[in-house]
Structure formats: C-alpha cells, structure tokens
C-alpha cells in the first residue's frame, strides 16, 4: 500500500508542474494536432542525446538560482530534447531546453551566468504530436519517430524543420506510467 502511495504521490505531484498551455485541433488515440502559443525557453548544447546528465545539471543550476538575479525558477514540464544533426550550429546531438514558467517569462527572465546558456522562444505554431511511454532511448524515439512520420503522411499535413522529443515525468516515475511526446511543426 505504500508504494501504491508513493507511486501515486509522484504521479500527481508531476501533474501540478506548470506546462504549456495549447488547443487541439485534431485527436485520434496518442496522435494529436495541437496549436500553441510561443514558449519561452532557456536552452544549452547537448553533446549527446544519451549522455545528458550535465546538460541537465547546468539548466537545473540556471532554474536554481544560477542567473544573474540570484532568483529561483519553478521546474516545468516537458523538458525539451532536440537532434541537431545536420543543423548548422548545433553540437552533433542538438540541445535540451526547460520551458519557464508564464509569469517569469512576461517579467523577463534572468540572464544566465553558466557558460552555453541561451533564453529563446519556441515559435507558436501547430505541431503534430505524438505520445508515447517508457524510457528515453535511441529504439523508442526512432519508433515514434517513425510512426509520427506515417501519421503525417496519412493525414496529409505539411511537416516543417524537424522532430524534436517532449519528456514530462521525473526520473522515478516506472517505465509503463512516463509520458513522451515527440513534435513535428507543420505547414501554417
């Protein structure tokens, strides 16, 4: 029973994290077309998408008081995850990016004092979106990538730039129970 609590504790307390707010305009089961306003961001450089402990570390310094104001940030959720392969400035694996919270980005976010930090803005826009569950590894996000890719084409919609991944739950949320997303801008 009392893991029963624990597990349901973590389940609610990562439901009470401010995410972005959005109006969907399509659902069919985890598929969903969505359209959202901009969102603020403060991103750094991975190195490699399975090695991003310390990216991780140095957004998790910035939120917790590491920035010019000494102000801490609230957590939000998803923490964005993007592949730069390919895009010219990027590191070989792309960057990982903390969404923050609506009130600090309409005061102004504080500037980083971590070496590689950027605050920038997710353009608004529609997304196509898809969900899916487990572990963050290369196998699971080729898959969904692959099926957010057939979705698109069976829908007819327009993708545009590329995929990047949204991960929602902390590390201690089981496998079966973690909500992933990955996003696909499309066509206006």
């Known amino acids: 029973m009392k893991a029963l609590f624990i597990l349901v504790g973590g389940i609610l307390s990562s439901c009470a994290?401010?995410?972005p707010k959005y109006e969907t305009r399509q659902k069919v089961g985890d598929f969903e077309v969505r359209k959202?306003?901009?969102i603020k961001v403060v991103s750094a450089r991975m190195?490699?998408?399975e090695k991003?402990?310390?990216?991780?570390?140095?957004l998790f310094k910035y939120i917790s008081g590491e920035n010019e104001a000494k102000q801490k940030i609230a957590m939000t959720s998803p923490v964005f995850m993007e592949d730069g392969a390919g895009q010219e400035g990027w590191a070989p694996s792309g960057k990982m990016s903390f969404i923050l919270p609506a009130k600090v980005a309409e005061t102004g976010a504080p500037a980083p004092e971590g070496e590689g930090l950027t605050?920038?803005?997710?353009n608004g826009g529609t997304f196509a979106v898809l969900r899916f569950r487990g572990?963050?590894?290369?196998?699971?996000?080729?898959?969904?990538?692959?099926?957010?890719?057939?979705l698109i084409s069976e829908y007819r919609l327009k993708p545009e730039g590329?995929?990047?991944?949204?991960?929602?739950d902390p590390p201690w949320i089981p496998e079966l129970l973690r909500r992933n997303e990955i996003w696909q801008r499309l066509e206006p």
């Open 17 to 19: 994290i401010e995410k």
């Open 36 to 38: 959202y306003e901009p």
């Open 135 to 150: 572990w963050d590894k290369e196998d699971s996000r080729k898959q969904a990538s692959e099926t957010l890719s057939k």
């Open 119 to 122: 605050i920038t803005e997710i």
């Open 52 to 58: 991003r402990d310390a990216t991780f570390r140095k």
């Open 47 to 49: 190195e490699d998408m």
């Open 162 to 168: 590329s995929t990047f991944f949204a991960f929602y």
